[in-house]
């Protein structure tokens, strides 16, 4: 019986040792991603170029400064610095990203499906949430935290979970955000259920929202936009 349990265990630590909650880890110096659409090996990540052409350049990316163009329906926009910008990113497991947002703009309900998130505003009045998974137990099941930033205040948001930040202020809101993941990946919910191509049925959706066909027929027929 002991010797059953202590295999259990054994089993149980190797499982956990070969799962990995981030991206894997780099197995050289740098690995910068070469830039062709076209390349012909399909690799979890991107190839890498050759190392002696590597430069500095390759590391760097600007205009972090520049605020994004918040005109849009949401008044939010996200913008980018992941391995498609800054290519040294590859294998490293890290991007960044600013997020802009007018009087009430919002970054509608979204995840990420690899990484998690931990945002500093340095300017405005956000107001930012999550909501923990199903099975979660019984107290915590789709329970939503929220929390309400001022310039200097930080906050993170698990991986996978549906999150989202609204401008709760009169002022423009300016946030940056790290995520741990060379190439994040964004699930705009709204955008996924409402918004795929080709659509999702009309009886999937009416029996997943109880509510009836025009209503999803409504929301299927709505221009579902993207801030980033
Ligand atoms: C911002 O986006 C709007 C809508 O696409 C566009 O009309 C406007 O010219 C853009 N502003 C700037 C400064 O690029
Ligand atoms: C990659 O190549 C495309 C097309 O040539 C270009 O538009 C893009 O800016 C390049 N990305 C980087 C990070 O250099």
Redesign the pocket.
Known sequence: MAIRFLLAIAIVALASSLSYASDPSPLQDFCVAV?D?KAAVFVNGKICKDPKTVTADDFFFSGLNKPGNTSNPLGSKVTPVNV????GLNTLGISLARIDYAPSGLNPPHTHPRATEILVVVEGTLYVGFVTSNPANPDQKNKLFTKVLYPGDVFAFPEGLIHFQFNAGKTNVVAFAGLSSQNPGVITIANAVFGSDPAISIDVLTKAFQVDANLIKYLQGQFWMDNN
Request: proline share 17%; charged share 0%; net charge neutral.
């Open positions: 830039n659409s498609n910008q800054l290519p």
